[in-house]
């Protein structure tokens, strides 16, 4: 690890299977569940947690994503990059910080504002709820995902 800082980032080390939920929308008027599983690991000589995130229940073809956790010391907060296998490509880092046992992120891209909160529950469980808005008052969940580490 590089800096204090850096080591805020060890909470989500490790793997890690999880449930996601996702609430009744128009595109599922009964929502949905599935499974998932992650995988972080520092990478990049300490300065970059890496997640590599699989999805499966939802569709034939599991959904990916590798994310990408820092910190920027210029501007003294947790970054956050999300890409996944349909394609998203965030542009810019999501910002966040810590409060506690929570981390929050927050991001605005052509989707609108969209806010990832990590809510780390000791050191064996953590919740990641993801919403966006249109205002940056008004929040809608997208879905919210349940993990337990399943080893280091």
């Known amino acids: 690890m590089s800096t204090e800082a850096h080591q805020q980032l060890t909470r989500p080390l490790g793997e890690w299977v999880g449930e996601v ?37 939802l569709a034939e073809t599991p959904y990916t994503a590798h994310r990408l956790y820092g910190w920027d010391p210029k501007q003294e907060k947790y970054t956050f990059y999300w890409f996944d296998s349909d394609g998203w490509d965030p542009g810019a880092p999501a910002l966040g910080d810590w409060d506690g046992d929570t981390l ?30 249109t205002n940056v008052q008004d929040w809608k969940l997208l879905f919210t995902e349940h993990f337990r580490r399943t080893g280091d």
């Not at 929502?31 to 972080?40: F, W």
């Not at 989707?111 to 993801?130: A, C, I, N, Q, S």
């Open 104 to 133: 929050q992120f927050t991001e605005t891209t052509t989707m609108g504002p969209t806010r990832f909160t990590y809510t780390f529950e000791g050191k064996d469980h953590y919740t990641l709820k993801v919403e966006n808005s």
């Open 21 to 57: 939920i996702i609430p009744s929308n128009p595109d599922l008027p009964e929502g949905a569940k599935a499974e998932s599983r992650i995988r972080s690991t520092w990478q990049l000589n300490g300065w970059k947690v890496v997640s590599e995130y699989e999805q499966t229940g």
